[in-house]
């Protein structure tokens, strides 16, 4: 009886130690569903480390390049190309234009009365369909040659053919290239329905053999947008007019919420035909021409851009006078404050508006409603 009580009792003790080690083990892997918090806290502590480092260094090896004609940055693929200058036809019976809206630069200059023309300046953007092309100009090509180009036109007149034969420009004629065609699908008609694409352009110019790097010097930006007024003693301008004649406007009227100008051409809203994006501006610089006369009797123009004369910047719905200068023919127009220091301008596209002694400009602090 004695020895079935101690077997009992040890049964009992092992069953304990049994259940004992039971418990532990339980606890154990209590433990362990209760900890992946503070596991997911470790290892997420280590990816954010890793992430926080892999930000810094995105920064610290981000190799994008401040553009010389935007102020925006772009990737050296983007930038390193030659800058691609086209003359776009302004006449009624060609708008609207294709491409334009992926310009970085663009001037509008008045040619025979009552018209004007521009010439849109291309480096990071190509757009496959651009147009209409048209004729150039003299004053033109030395806008364009600030930016060693491959200038795009079609015909020109006798001093633009001499221009382009003294200076040595690279240019591609719509007149003698295979890079165009007539685009009838929009109601235009020839001479207004000449269009290329960048592509066919730089093709032309690889079996031209023209350079396929452009050396030129380029604007001063700010790093960030700014308003002139943090810089300068400037007036409010939430809108401007440019009248050339009593047939042809162009208008600015700024939106504040995206700081940028809507542009209006002949009273409506200028877009894009490729994809009827609204033209904008960031950056409006007025040049006053030096000279206006008419050369002959077909109207061509002579405008004085080489030399010295006055202008205005305009841009986040602020305006200062300022200065221009252009000593020759390739040379950039540089321009300055009144203080004659050069002026930067806010990252962003920049139309040029050419006027001249017999254009009127208006500018309010506001629109009217």
Known sequence: MAKKRVIILFIISALCIIVSCIHKEDKSLIVDEVMPSQE???????????????????????????????????????LNKRPIAVMYDNHPSSR?????????????????FPYTRYL????TKE?????????????????A?????????CGGSPEAFSTIENLLVADIDGLYSGAFWRYYYTGKLAPNNLYTSLKKIRNSA???????????????????TSNL?????????????????????TEYIYDEEKEVYIRKKDGELHIDENNSEQITAKNILIIEAIERKVLDSKGRLYLGTIGKGNGYYITNGEIIKINWEKPGAKDRTVFYDEKGEEISLNPGKT??????STSKLTVEEKINE
């Open 40 to 78: 997911i806290s470790k290892k997420t502590d280590k990816p954010k480390e890793e992430t926080e480092n892999k930000e810094i260094k995105i920064i610290e090896d981000d190799n994008r390049i401040k553009s010389k004609l935007d102020g925006l940055r772009y990737s050296e693929d983007d």
């Open 145 to 153: 040659l600030e930016y060693d180009p491959i200038y795009v036109h």
């Open 229 to 249: 007024s943090s810089h300068y003693n400037a007036e409010l301008a939430g809108y401007l007019k440019i009248k050339y004649n009593k047939e042809n406007t």
């Open 351 to 356: 139309w040029i508006q050419v006027i001249s």
């Open 120 to 123: 849109a300046i291309f480096l």
């Open 96 to 112: 609207w234009q294709a491409g334009i809206s992926e310009a970085e630069i663009i001037y509008e200059c008045e040619v025979e």
């Open 127 to 143: 757009p496959e369909q651009v147009g209409g092309v048209r004729s150039a100009r003299p004053y033109c090509i030395y806008y």
């Open 206 to 224: 690889d079996l031209y053999g023209y350079r396929k790097l452009g050396e030129f010097e380029g604007y001063k930006f700010y790093d960030d």
